[in-house]
């Protein structure tokens, strides 16, 4: 009884957390560029109370033997990088990313990160950042005097500038793919970074090794869905409320136990 108490505890343990990470999709789900979250179970040691197998007596053997589990543990949670829908903004700063890759964000302390969130900006000096203000790599500037920017398919930035009619080539964007994207390690404002379980990034410019191409004027949603997350909860909560009444039967019975007389 006291087993059972530890067993329905882990499970209990688990279903919060698998709480969290719903909680934590719906409250980004019309967050730009963002990927949904799954937590991974996994089960706990068995213990052999009667190894399946052994010989009972001469010449027979126990045909399933008794295997108790102590249990489930959080193993892993995984981003899920399945694309989100499109939508259609019309300003010119906003890219889509038809594909695999990911744009590439030099932070402050000069590395790069990586990010689906297309939804660019210019800073005081001209250049193509981030919310943040994170300059998009390879950097690009914005001449001052530009009046239209146009961002092909394959990542070239052209715009037109005052007193011409002729659009002038400035620079082009460059993505990144990884083997495993579900390796990188999340740090929050929709970036992430490779570790040694992604790979290091392959990079390109759109079009090129399956990287995917981009769109202008359209930003990536979220890609979590509503009713999912909500099913989810509802299949956690009711896992949870189970796990809780093994601790309750369990309890009970240690009291009726308790209260034995001879």
Do not use: C, W
Not at 192 to 217: H, V
Request: aromatic share 6%; charged share 20%; hydrophobic share 40%.
């Amino acid at each position: 009884m006291i087993r059972s108490l530890f067993i329905a505890a882990t499970g209990m343990q688990a279903q919060k957390l698998n709480i969290d990470v719903v909680a934590n999709n719906l409250a980004n789900a019309n967050t730009v560029g963002y990927k949904k979250s799954r937590a991974d179970f996994q089960e706990l040691i068995y213990q052999d109370l009667r190894t399946p197998g052994a010989l009972s007596t001469e010449g027979s053997e126990i045909p399933s033997g008794i295997q108790l589990g102590l249990g489930v543990r959080p193993v892993a949670i995984q981003k899920v990088f399945q694309q989100g829908d499109f939508i259609h903004t019309g300003n010119p700063l906003d890219l889509v990313i038809e594909g695999d890759g990911f744009f590439q964000i030099l932070m402050p302390d000069g590395t790069i990160a990586y990010t689906r969130g297309g939804s660019f900006k210019l800073d005081s000096e001209g250049r193509i950042v981030n919310s943040d203000g994170y300059a998009l790599e390879p950097e690009i500037a914005i001449p001052p005097d530009t009046l239209s920017i146009t961002i092909g398919s394959d990542g070239i930035i052209s715009v037109v500038e005052a007193g011409s009619t002729e659009p002038t080539e400035i620079g082009q964007i460059e993505l990144a793919r990884f083997i495993n994207p579900a390796g990188l390690k999340a740090i929050g404002r929709g970036l992430f970074i490779p570790t040694a379980s992604s790979g290091d990034p392959i990079t390109d410019i759109p079009g090129n090794e399956g990287i995917g191409t981009i769109s202008q004027g359209f930003i990536e949603l979220s890609n979590v869905n509503i009713v999912e997350e909500m099913i989810n909860m509802i299949i956690s909560q009711r896992a949870y409320e189970m796990n809780s009444k093994a601790v309750q039967a369990s309890d009970e019975m240690m009291q009726t136990a308790n209260n034995m007389k001879r």
